[in-house]
């Protein structure tokens, strides 16, 4: 059942900016890559979780990375949204390998990109929340996800909320938890598939953006709630 906005509006109420009486939903904005974007991404199920009272605009973008997202003008739109919350969440194209136009390191390029995203979206009027990358679904034999690239990205996402006091949907920890507690078996479905027929445990199958989404709508819920 979609979160109608009553239950959202006493979880967030004390939170919320002043709203425009003529835009009386919940305008959420998502910028972040391919695992947040309408293709293969969580947004599609967080908008359907959250019901038709909450805006969700997706902002999100195959292959962008924190670097790549801003140098392309895909950040822009996202102030310009004047949303509520802006959830932000980069990571799988920042890691090494993915090229110089994308490639950040944790602790400086990365750390600074985020807190930079965060600083403008709060000064545009909305709600910053930074959100750790979806875990790769790469499981070991005993059905444990493997650590990965994606780890220290993480773990700089956590460290800037905590010492910035900005909102955090730890979405790596909740989505490696949603994973191991399925198993391998039903953990795999939600797998979008490549091209040549194999599992993709980046991105997700549809029923995989349903759940996906569902668990970052309750994890949405919570953070705001508990501000």
């Not at 305008?27 to 695992?35: Q, V």
């Not at 895909?74 to 919350?85: Q, R």
């Not at 910053?128 to 996800?145: A, D, F, H, M």
Request: proline letters at 5%; glycine letters at 8%; a neutral charge.
């Amino acid at each position: 059942m979609p979160l109608k906005l009553p239950t959202l509006a006493l979880a967030i109420a004390a939170s919320l900016l002043a709203q425009d009486a003529s835009r009386p939903r919940l305008r959420i904005a998502l910028a972040g890559d391919s695992t947040v974007a309408e293709g293969g991404g969580w947004g599609p199920g967080f908008r359907a979780a959250l019901g038709s009272d909450a805006e969700v605009l997706n902002f999100a973008k195959n292959g962008r990375s924190s670097k790549s997202f801003r140098d392309e003008g895909s950040w822009d739109p996202v102030l310009a949204a004047k949303a509520d919350y802006v959830l932000i969440q980069f990571g799988h194209n920042d890691v090494l390998g993915k090229g110089s136009d994308r490639e950040t390191e944790p602790a400086s390029t990365y750390r600074a990109n985020m807190a930079r995203y965060a600083a403008e979206a709060r000064a545009a009027g909305a709600i910053p929340i930074l959100v750790t990358s979806i875990v790769r679904r790469n499981l070991t034999p005993e059905g444990k996800v493997k650590a990965d690239s994606l780890v220290p990205y993480v773990q700089e996402i956590r460290k800037l909320a905590a010492e910035k006091g900005i909102l955090l949907m730890d979405l790596y920890a909740r989505t490696l938890s949603q994973c191991e507690d399925l198993g391998p078996s039903v953990c795999g479905q939600l797998n979008a598939t490549t091209e040549d027929g194999k599992p993709d445990t980046t991105h997700l199958s549809a029923s995989g953006q349903k759940d996906v989404g569902a668990l970052a709508s309750r994890e949405f819920l919570r953070v705001v709630a508990s501000r």
